[in-house]
Nanobody, 122 residues
Framework: QLQLVESGGGLVQSGGSLRLSCARAQFTLEHYAIGWFRQAPGKEREGVSCISDRGSTIKYADSVKGRFTISRDNAKSAVYLQMNSLKPEDTAVYYC???????????????WGQGTQVTVSS
């Protein structure tokens, strides 16, 4: 299982924005679908958004539609999650994963990286 490195988290006020990045040094992600997931304290990890290897398929959880935007730059081998209009309920550790799109949609991910903490204050 390919482990990725997430970055860009932090503390932000409600209504603010953050941009998360997902990459792995010296490795190309262009042949992988990428999913963003999050896990809040006491809750199960949930899918937030995903993008296919060529970017032709993009999906969002209902809770983030219209506020979050996933994108990828295969030339830089990076995937991003732009998060706008953040709410306190978005507070969680955010993870990214690379796999087949079908595995990401089933949340069938074998291992995870460290994640990046996002905290939204009210």
């Amino acid at each position: 299982q390919l482990q990725l490195v997430e970055s860009g988290g932090g503390l932000v006020q409600s209504g603010g924005s953050l941009r998360l990045s997902c990459a792995r040094a010296q490795f190309t992600l262009e042949h992988y679908a990428i999913g963003w997931f999050r896990q809040a304290p006491g809750k199960e990890r949930e899918g937030v958004s995903c993008i296919s290897d060529r970017g032709s398929t993009i999906k969002y959880a209902d809770s983030v539609k219209g506020r979050f935007t996933i994108s990828r730059d295969n030339a830089k081998s990076a995937v991003y999650l732009q998060m706008n209009s953040l709410k306190p309920e978005d507070t969680a550790v955010y993870y990214c994963a690379a796999d087949r799109l079908s595995a990401i949609l089933r949340n069938a991910i074998g291992s995870w990286g460290q994640g990046t903490q996002v905290t939204v204050s009210s």
